[in-house]
């Protein structure tokens, strides 16, 4: 596989499409035909949030991409992270909340 | 049911309305990705191929970099594997909206499924019922703009645009605030939120980003799921 870079790039493609497809496709193979119980749904339905926290919040601490927890004014990420959760508990429109959070980090970079 | 969820095109396009912010989202995302991978030394088509199959942005991106640094097919598709497993937790948590689908339907949904997309997708089903035409549209129309944005970022790959100087890079992140918010006045869901919060960062500051994510996310369930009984059910 090595002494040939096309095949190689092939082999891992092909490869990470299976594994990825496999790790979205197992619940459906699993639970086929399946009701789950009540307890089961419930804990599910605490997923969504707790999983997106995990994708949010350290990315907000840490300014984007960086490897230590920043809480200052010049993390901009941050600073925009907690003014859209202030502006979207007032203002409920999806679309509003978002392009007020993507409007307000431009400006910051903008001017500081 | 199943008749209530004909295919319908008003359906559709309010599908196309829901994944317009995982569209912008993924404009920057896959143009980076796309010039990863062409930096890896990966044809056009095979970066097309990969975004048409693979379909997994973090997983795409650490592809590119591990084959920039010589690693081998297996030790790529291992490390994509851990990376991606995360994806089991979401169908899994969309599989009761889902569950009076055919398994067809269910498989070829389970395709497209992403970070973004789940997010969309259980903030929807939560509300609504799950609608076939909505669902897929979603899904489509991001997995369109990932194809397309990575395509260019590869054939681009020297005219390398400053995204971060519009504040587009933060759009998935405020999608998944505003996704967030009408939950968190709920008290169970904002114990997962912290938890799930905390312990991501815990496990990202050791280095450990994408166990953390699945850690974060089956913790800050239990949590909100215990916090749940204690409020409802006394102690």
Request: proline content about 3%; overall charge neutral.
């Amino acid at each position: 596989m090595e002494n040939n870079p096309i095949n190689y790039i092939y082999f891992i493609i092909i490869g990470m499409a299976v594994v990825t497809y496999f790790s979205r496709e197992l619940p459906f193979i699993i639970l086929k035909g399946k009701k789950l119980k009540p307890a089961i749904v419930e804990w599910l339905s605490y997923i969504p949030v707790a999983v997106l926290a995990a994708l949010l919040i350290p990315a907000l601490l840490t300014g984007g991409s960086g490897k230590t927890i920043d809480i200052s004014l010049s993390n901009f990420y941050l600073v925009a992270g907690v003014l859209t959760f202030i502006f979207g508990y007032f203002v409920k429109n999806l679309f509003l909340v978002i392009i007020f959070g993507i409007g307000l980090l431009a400006v910051l970079r903008y001017l500081y | 049911m199943e008749n209530s969820d004909k295919w319908n095109i008003s359906d559709f396009l309010n599908g196309f309305k829901l994944a317009l912010p995982i569209m912008a989202g993924y404009v920057p995302l896959g143009f980076g990705c796309g010039i990863v991978c062409a930096e890896a030394g990966m044809s056009t088509f095979q970066i097309f191929l990969m975004s048409f199959l693979v379909y997994a942005g973090a997983g795409q991106y650490i592809a590119g970099g591990m084959i920039i640094s010589g690693a081998t097919p297996l030790s790529i598709i291992i490390t994509t594997l851990i990376v991606n497993s995360r994806h089991v937790l979401y169908t899994s948590v969309l599989y009761p909206y889902v569950a009076n689908w055919g398994f067809l339907k269910q498989s070829l949904f389970a395709y497209q499924i992403t970070d973004e997309a789940f997010a969309v997708h259980s903030a929807y089903m939560a509300n609504n019922q799950a609608n076939t035409s909505t669902a897929f549209a979603v899904n489509i129309f991001s997995h369109a703009l990932w194809i397309i944005s990575n395509i260019l970022g590869s054939i681009s790959a020297t005219l390398i645009p400053d995204s971060s100087q519009f504040g587009l890079d933060f759009t998935l992140y405020a999608l998944f605030i505003a996704l967030i918010l009408p939950r968190l006045i709920n008290i169970p869901q904002a114990a997962a939120f912290i938890t799930g919060g905390i312990t991501a960062l815990c496990f990202y500051l050791l280095d450990m980003q994408y166990a953390g994510i699945i850690a974060g996310a089956l913790l800050g369930a239990f949590v909100g799921y215990f916090m749940n009984m204690r409020l409802h059910h006394g102690k």
